[in-house]
C-alpha cells in the first residue's frame, strides 16, 4: 500500500511541477512574495502582490504594479523597487 502512493507521488509530481508557472524574479529570500513563489509559483505571488497592495491603498497608500514593475509580464524590477517594497508592507501593515 505504502509502495503504490510513492509511486503515485512519483508520478505525479512531475505533472504538477509543469503546471506551476515558476517564479523568475522572487526566486530567493524571504519576502511574502517569495515564500508564494515557492508554494504556488506565479500565480501565488501575484495573488499576493495584489492583496498587499490592496491592502496598503486602503490604508492610504498609493502604490500600483507598474511603480516597482517594468510591466506585468516579466515583472522585471524597475531599481525602485526594494526599497519601495519595505514601504508597501509598512503601509499594509506587514506580510
Ligand atoms: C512597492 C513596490 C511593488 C509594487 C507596487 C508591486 N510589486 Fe510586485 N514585487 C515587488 C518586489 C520588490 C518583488 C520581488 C520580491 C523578491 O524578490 O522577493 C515583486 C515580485 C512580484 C512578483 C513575482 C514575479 C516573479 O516571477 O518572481 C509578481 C508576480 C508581482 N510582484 C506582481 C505584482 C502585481 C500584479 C502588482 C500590482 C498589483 C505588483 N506586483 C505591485 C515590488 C512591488
Request: positive net charge; glycine residues 12%; charged residues 35%.
Amino acid at each position: 500500500m505504502t509502495k503504490w502512493l510513492v509511486v503515485g507521488a512519483l508520478l505525479l509530481s512531475p505533472l504538477a511541477y509543469a503546471k506551476k508557472k515558476e517564479c523568475t524574479v522572487a526566486t530567493e529570500g524571504e519576502s511574502p512574495m517569495a515564500k508564494a513563489c515557492r508554494e504556488g509559483g506565479r500565480d501565488a505571488a501575484k495573488k499576493k502582490m495584489k492583496e498587499l497592495v490592496g491592502r496598503a491603498n486602503k490604508n492610504g497608500g498609493d502604490f500600483k504594479c507598474g511603480r516597482c514593475h517594468e510591466d506585468t509580464k516579466s515583472f522585471k524590477l524597475k531599481d525602485n523597487a526594494p526599497d519601495d517594497l519595505k514601504k508597501l508592507l509598512e503601509t499594509a501593515g506587514g506580510g
